[in-house]
């Protein structure tokens, strides 16, 4: 299966507050794991990556835990801004190069 | 990061005309550029794939004779949308890779809002 299903489709969050997004895949040939971020009108943006050698992956306000066994992995986005409100989408790839997103996630960040 | 510029950032055009938008990467060389379309609140869908010298690879439901794409250099893929109808109204996104840096990893273009009339 190469699809990569992606939740919430939606997010609410009071500034300073932690945002959760959560994907799981299905094909155990992806390797590699990005996620992007994107504002409207705009390309979307690499956030963080993530390999599936590790569980944990830190950049900033941002986290990636990846968990093998489950095929899943999600973003945490720690003291949340009004900044971070953008659209969120997760991506798994392997060695063909191909990319497959997941739906996205609207997330809004709450003064 | 990388950068990856696209040109025109937006186009109206009239029905039955054709349109190209031009994806660059500004420093590095891109061995694979891909062609996205996304619509309003949707997720990106991949239309094709281009290594430089070689012919596109679309995919699926993606017709090759109305989406036209060259990948002439290592910085350059164009991507033409022939005859255009109101129906390829859409925000066209380009995002380029090279085999010389992170795997996988591809640099995304600000993306191209095209209208047709």
């Known amino acids: 299966q190469q699809q990569v299903k992606q939740s919430p489709q939606s997010l609410i969050v009071q500034k300073g507050g932690i945002s959760i997004i959560n994907c799981a895949y299905e094909?155990?040939?992806?390797?590699?794991f990005p996620w992007y971020q994107q504002f409207p009108g705009k390309g979307p943006a690499l956030l963080i990556a993530?390999?599936?050698?590790?569980s944990e992956k830190k950049e900033g306000r941002f986290t990636i835990s990846f968990n093998k066994s489950a095929k899943q992995f999600s973003l945490h986005i720690m003291d949340s801004q009004p900044g971070d409100s953008a659209t969120y989408f997760c991506?798994?790839?392997?060695?063909?190069?191909?990319?497959?997103f997941g739906a996205g996630t609207r997330l809004f960040v709450k003064a | 990061g990388a950068v990856v510029s696209q040109h025109p950032s937006w186009v109206i055009c009239k029905s039955g005309t054709s349109v190209k938008i031009e994806c660059r990467s500004l420093?590095?060389?891109?061995?694979?550029m891909f062609w996205y379309r996304q619509f309003p609140k949707q997720s990106l869908m991949l239309m094709a794939t281009?290594?430089?010298?070689?012919?596109?690879?679309?995919e699926q439901g993606v017709e090759k004779d109305k989406f036209l794409i060259n990948h002439a250099s290592l910085t350059l893929s164009t991507l033409t949308v022939t005859s255009a109808h109101p129906e390829d109204s859409s925000f066209y996104i380009c995002?380029?890779?090279?085999?010389?840096?992170?795997?996988?990893?591809?640099?995304f273009g600000p993306g191209t809002r095209l209208t047709v009339l």
């Open positions: 995002s380029a890779s090279s085999s010389l840096g992170v795997w996988n990893e591809q640099f």
């Open positions: 094909n155990t040939a992806f390797d590699y």
């Open positions: 993530i390999r599936p050698d590790v």
């Open positions: 991506a798994a790839s392997s060695g063909g190069f191909k990319t497959i």
């Open positions: 420093d590095f060389q891109a061995t694979t």
């Open positions: 281009s290594n430089e010298g070689s012919k596109a690879t679309y």
